[in-house]
Structure formats: structure tokens, C-alpha cells
């Protein structure tokens, strides 16, 4: 089955700054890479979505880049805001079930 | 749009008691939902896949008889926790998928006595 692998498993940023989470997966078929901010105590958010036809997508502050022979995906956000702050998942999906796998999250945090 | 509902958002109850939480997906019909289970400070881990009018799919060392998961409209999916136990206490997530994209519930919080 698909194995996703996140890093890091902690990001502190300064206010301003970009923040970059970089994530692996294992299975080939693999062909949808969508990324999840999930704050305390809620469900998570799509944030952005990338699929294996596509090699960067952005959306204001916010950018995903997918390099398939390498088996990578990352996500970027830019001038970093104290809202910014949370749990940031990645998780890959193939075939018919269109299961999500999901890495083991990114606890990001932004100092004023 | 694409919102997910999920009730109760929280619920206390003693051991032994059975338990039902409710997914909606509230402007879009979900051919496929999802259940997940989620511990402090780790990652989802899918229960089941539902899908509208047939049984669930559990995951491998997920109770079926335990997790009760019944999909009987494409708005709809509820999951019933049956005679829970403190070890069931946990975030449950549900989403509901449009094509590839899954989107979220707010989870429900349970906690067992």
C-alpha cells in the first residue's frame, strides 16, 4: 500500500518568513496530493490540491510543487502570519477507492 | 461551499453505552464518505470507506461490529461506537469526498467514562 512521509515533524518561523514541509510517497499510481491545515480541536481544511498531471500550483501564499520522478511533493507558504499556526497534513491518493493517506502532519508555528 | 457537518461535536457517555454521530455533507451529494479516528497529536487513521447504499469497508483491525456505519442517503452517514468502552474515547472525523477531493467534518470529541 501507499506510505507517505512527512518532514519536519516541528517548523517554527518568524513572522514574515516562508515556511516550507516537504513529503515522500511510495506508491507510483499515486495521482492526487492534497494539503490539510487542521487547528486544535477541528477537522482539517483542504488547503490546496495538486494532481500528478501538474508540477506546481499556487494560490496567493500558498504553493504546492510535485516532482514526480522523485516521489515528492511540497507545500510553500509565504509571509508567514500568526493565523498561519497549526497542524499541516499532506496525503497522497490513487486509484478507484480514492482512499487519502496521510503523512504524520507538521506542527507549524508563528512567532509575532 | 463543500461544508461537512458532523453532530454531536461532542459527546460524554458511560461505558457500555452506545454512542451514533451524524455526517452531512450539506451542498453536495457524496457518493463516498469516509470515517477516521485521530489520537492527540498524531495523524488521521481511516476506519472505514462508506459508500451511499451498500456495506462499509472497514480497515484492517477496525471492529465492524463495533463501528456501525450506515449510508443511507448521499448527504447522509452516521457511525454508532456500540457498547464503548474508555479505549473508544477519541476524535472521530468524517469526510465526504466530490471526485478526489475529500472535504472534513469538524470532528466529534468522545469521551467515555
Known amino acids: 500500500g501507499e506510505n507517505v512521509e512527512q518532514h519536519p515533524s516541528t517548523l517554527s518561523v518568524q513572522e514574515g518568513d516562508s515556511a516550507v514541509i516537504k513529503c515522500t510517497y511510495s506508491?507510483?499510481?499515486?495521482?492526487?496530493f492534497p494539503w490539510y491545515k487542521q487547528e486544535l480541536g477541528k477537522g482539517p481544511q483542504l488547503i490546496i490540491d495538486i494532481r500528478s498531471n501538474v508540477g506546481e500550483k499556487k494560490d496567493q501564499r500558498i504553493a504546492v510543487t510535485l516532482n514526480k520522478t522523485a516521489k515528492h511533493f511540497s507545500l510553500h507558504i509565504t509571509e508567514t502570519q500568526p493565523e498561519d499556526s497549526a497542524v499541516y497534513f499532506c496525503a497522497a491518493s490513487g486509484g478507484s477507492a480514492r482512499q487519502l493517506t496521510f503523512g504524520s502532519g507538521t506542527q507549524l508555528t508563528v512567532l509575532p | 461551499g463543500a461544508v461537512v457537518s458532523q453532530h454531536p461535536s461532542w459527546v460524554i457517555c458511560k461505558s457500555g453505552t452506545s454512542v451514533k454521530i451524524e455526517c452531512r455533507s450539506l451542498d453536495f451529494q457524496a457518493t463516498t464518505m469516509f470515517w477516521y479516528r485521530q489520537f492527540p497529536k498524531q495523524s488521521l487513521m481511516l476506519m472505514a470507506t462508506?459508500?451511499?447504499?451498500?456495506?462499509?469497508?472497514?480497515e484492517q483491525g477496525v471492529e465492524k461490529d463495533k463501528f456501525l456505519i450506515n449510508h443511507a442517503s448521499l448527504t447522509l452517514s452516521t457511525l454508532t461506537v456500540t457498547s464503548a468502552h474508555p479505549e473508544d474515547s477519541s476524535f472521530y472525523i468524517c469526510?465526504?469526498?466530490?471526485?478526489?477531493?475529500?472535504?472534513f467534518g469538524p470532528g466529534t470529541r468522545l469521551t467515555v467514562l
Open positions: 469526510s465526504a469526498s466530490s471526485g478526489d477531493t475529500q472535504y
Open positions: 506508491d507510483s499510481a499515486s495521482n492526487y
Open positions: 462508506s459508500n451511499e447504499g451498500s456495506k462499509a469497508t472497514y
